[in-house]
């Protein structure tokens, strides 16, 4: 079956970096676009990312632009977030998920989906 598993997650300062990892199995890694999203408590899951299946193409939230930058290891069936000047309202459980599909920073266009790994931000 199909597994996405994050990791790297943490507490961390304002200004510190961290890189989270998604590992894949079970499907055809280099044939799905990947998405990171995240959700804090009592919010909706919002969308932070995705990168195409050959990693030639990414897509960011506006709130992360700049400071966030997606990559992928199709050899080691991999996706990264490396997430730079982290802010308090970065705090959030960052999940990745993946789809056939094209570009789309829809929850719903992503048919797996990892557990999350939780990244807390301190002031």
């Known amino acids: 079956q199909v597994q996405l598993v994050e990791s790297g997650g943490g507490l961390v300062q304002a200004g510190d970096s961290l890189r989270l990892s998604c590992a894949a199995s079970g499907l055809t890694f280099s044939s799905y676009r990947m998405g990171w999203f995240r959700q804090a408590p009592g919010n909706q899951r919002q969308f932070v990312g995705t990168?195409?299946?050959?990693?030639?193409?990414?897509d960011y939230a506006d709130s992360v632009k700049g400071r966030f930058t997606i990559s992928r290891d199709n050899a080691k069936n991999t996706v990264y977030l490396q997430m730079n000047s982290l802010k308090p309202e970065d705090t959030a459980v960052y999940s990745c998920?993946?789809?056939?599909?094209?570009?789309?920073?829809?929850?719903?266009?992503?048919?797996?989906w990892g557990r999350g790994t939780q990244v807390t931000v301190s002031s």
């Open positions: 998920a993946a789809t056939r599909l094209g570009n789309s920073r829809s929850p719903t266009a992503y048919n797996y």
């Open positions: 990168i195409s299946s050959t990693g030639g193409n990414t």
